[in-house]
C-alpha cells in the first residue's frame, strides 16, 4: 500500500491533481479519527481533517519521499488540532461534549429502525464514555494515546509524527494510560 | 521488586512492546506472587482494550469528494513554457 501511495505522490508532484484523491481516500478515516479524538467535535474534526489534506497537497513539495507519508500527514492533523484546541476558548460549554460524541451516535443512528441490541446499546455508551475520558486528558497525553492506539503506532513513530524525544513520549504514554486507568477501573 | 516504581514500569514497557524477555520473566514471577500488581496489570490490560475498541471512526459522507472540491486550482504551466 505504501508503494501505491508513494506513487500517487510522485503524480500529484507532476501536476496531476486527481491523484491526490486515492490519497485522501486512504487515508481520510485515520486523520479524522485523529482530529475527532483531540478536538471532541465531530464538525471541528471534519473541519481540521480537511484542513490537514489540504495542507498536505499545498505543502507536499515539502515532504521528503524517503520518509513515511502517514508519519508526516499525521504529524500535520495533530499540530492543527493542538493549535485549535489553544485557540478555545477555556469556558467551553456541556454541551459541547455531548456534540463531540455525535460521531458514534451516528452509528445508531444508521443502525436500523428497530430497537438496538441491548449489548450494542450498552457498547455505544461505553465508546462515548471512553472517548469523554480521552478527551479529559490534557492535549499532550491525549495525542500520545490517540496515536499509541492508531495503528497501534510505535513510541518511535511518536516521537516522529510529535517532534518530541521518544524518551518523552514514553513518559506520557505511560502517564496517559495510568490516567485512564484510574478512570476506567470501574466501567 | 518495588511494586510502585518497578514492577508498572515493566509493565506499560511489556504493552509498549519494549519489554525484554529477562524482565517480562521477572514481571511474570512478581505477578504470580502480588495480587495487587495482577490487580493494576489487569485494569492496565483492560484499559488498552477499552481504548482500541472505540478506534472504529469513519470519516464523514463525502469526505474525499470536500477535500478534492477544495483543493486550490492546479498550476497552469503553459503560459511559461511559451
Known amino acids: 500500500m505504501e508503494t501505491m501511495i508513494k506513487q500517487k505522490i510522485k503524480e500529484v508532484k507532476k501536476g496531476d491533481q486527481s491523484a491526490f484523491e486515492d ?16 478536538v ?29 507519508f502517514s ?63 480521552i478527551l479529559a486528558l490534557p492535549p499532550k497525553y491525549r495525542s500520545v494515546i490517540v496515536l499509541r492506539y492508531l495503528d497501534e503506532l510505535a513510541l518511535q513513530e511518536i516521537a516522529e509524527v510529535l517532534d518530541i524525544p521518544v524518551g518523552t513520549v514514553k513518559t506520557r504514554v505511560h502517564r496517559g494510560r495510568e490516567a485512564l486507568r484510574k478512570r476506567l477501573r470501574h466501567v | 521488586m518495588n511494586c510502585n516504581k518497578e514492577a ?28 495487587s500488581c495482577q490487580e493494576h496489570f489487569h485494569e492496565l490490560k483492560r484499559t488498552t482494550t477499552l481504548i482500541k475498541n472505540t478506534t472504529s471512526v469513519s470519516a464523514p459522507p463525502r469526505f ?19
Open chain 1, 71 to 133: 508519519t508526516w500527514l499525521y504529524r500535520i492533523a495533530t499540530n492543527l488540532s493542538i493549535d485549535r484546541i489553544r485557540k478555545k476558548k477555556p469556558d467551553y460549554h456541556l454541551d459541547a461534549e455531548v456534540r463531540g460524541t455525535e460521531g458514534l451516535d451516528m452509528y445508531s443512528q444508521l443502525a436500523a429502525d428497530q430497537a438496538l441490541p441491548e449489548e450494542e446499546v450498552e457498547s455505544l455508551e461505553l465508546q462515548t464514555y471512553i472517548h469523554k475520558e
Open chain 1, 23 to 38: 490519497i485522501v481516500s486512504f487515508y481520510q478515516n485515520k486523520v479524522y479519527h485523529i482530529c475527532l479524538r483531540m
Open chain 1, 40 to 68: 471532541g467535535n465531530s464538525y471541528e474534526a471534519e473541519d481540521l481533517a480537511q484542513e490537514a489534506f489540504i495542507r498536505a497537497y499545498t505543502n507536499l513539495h515539502t515532504f521528503d519521499e524517503k520518509r513515511k
Open chain 2, 64 to 82: 474525499t469528494a470536500n477535500v478534492m472540491a477544495n483543493l486550490p486550482k492546479e498550476k497552469k504551466r503553459k503560459n511559461y513554457l511559451r
Open chain 2, 8 to 35: 508498572i514500569a515493566l509493565m506499560h514497557q511489556y504493552l509498549d512492546g519494549e519489554l525484554y524477555k529477562d524482565d517480562e520473566r521477572r514481571l511474570r514471577d512478581h505477578l504470580q506472587t502480588c495480587p
